[in-house]
């Protein structure tokens, strides 16, 4: 009898994610038979669920907020860019049965701005709101589409700072405050990591900062534009998206890592922007 392959993602909250939706068409564009299911896991217990997950026979799993950092730690091996991360968001078994963990937000990113939407970000300016976990997961991605200059802006201006510093041995990097994010930053492409928009709050920028030729992306998804999005199409600044094209992106980076088969990223995106 032949087992099929399990795969889980796990989080706290969970409930909302698309992750088994997204793996599901995955798995039908490609010919994989593969479970995929969603799993609440309570805080403090990512590491006897992990385990309990992997002995069970599971081959891989996505990690969401907040226990990417658990998985970093409970990984055996670690790809580049989770090592430089500090953060892993996928973990797959491997033939002599260790866990690798990989980061693949950054991927995700680069697939949607670079690839779907077609924004080059070579010799651009870009900046981003934000110095959480998500702009450590995508940095190194970034800076390799070889960018003018990344520049981080942050209410905590100190973890920006501290972010710049890390990654300065692969691209131009400077930290700013939110403050400082105005016109005279001349911005090609921008950048919202904060997670500002799920409270339906603005990051404190200066409205000054939007012109008609950049491009906003917001790493947040909603049913219509997000809060940041409407208030850049109020400054006349219309090349825009939201980061569900980054969700089904990251999907697609995890099973590529999983199956070795590459998803059509795109027609997905299509179903789910219909739905
Ligand atoms: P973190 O909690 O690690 O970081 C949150 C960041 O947002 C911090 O830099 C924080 O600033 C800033 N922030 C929060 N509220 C405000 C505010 N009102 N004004 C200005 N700055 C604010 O979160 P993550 O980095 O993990 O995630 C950031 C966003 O990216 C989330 O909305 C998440 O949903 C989204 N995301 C989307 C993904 C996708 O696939 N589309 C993947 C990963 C993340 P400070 O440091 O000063 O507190």
Redesign the pocket.
Known sequence: MTTIDRYCVVGNPIAHSKSPEIHAQFAAQTGQQIIYDKQLVEIGGFDAAARSFFDDGGKGMNIT?PFKEDAFRFANTLTERAQLAGAVNTLALQANGTILGDNT?GE??VWDIVTRLQWSLKGKRVCV???????K?VLYMLLKQSPKEVVIA???VE?AAAICEQFSEFGNLRAVS?EEVDADLHVDVLIN???????A????ISPSVFSANMCNYD???ANGLTPFLVWAKENNSEKQSD??G??IG?AAASFELWRQKRPDSQAVMSVFRAA
Not at 129 to 135: K, N, Q, W
């Open positions: 907020v937000d995700g990113l709101l934000g110095a959480g976990g998500a702009v997961g942050n209410r905590t973890k939110l990591a904060t997670s500002a928009s799920l409270s709050e603005l990051p404190a790493m947040v998804y980061g569900l980054m969700l990251q």
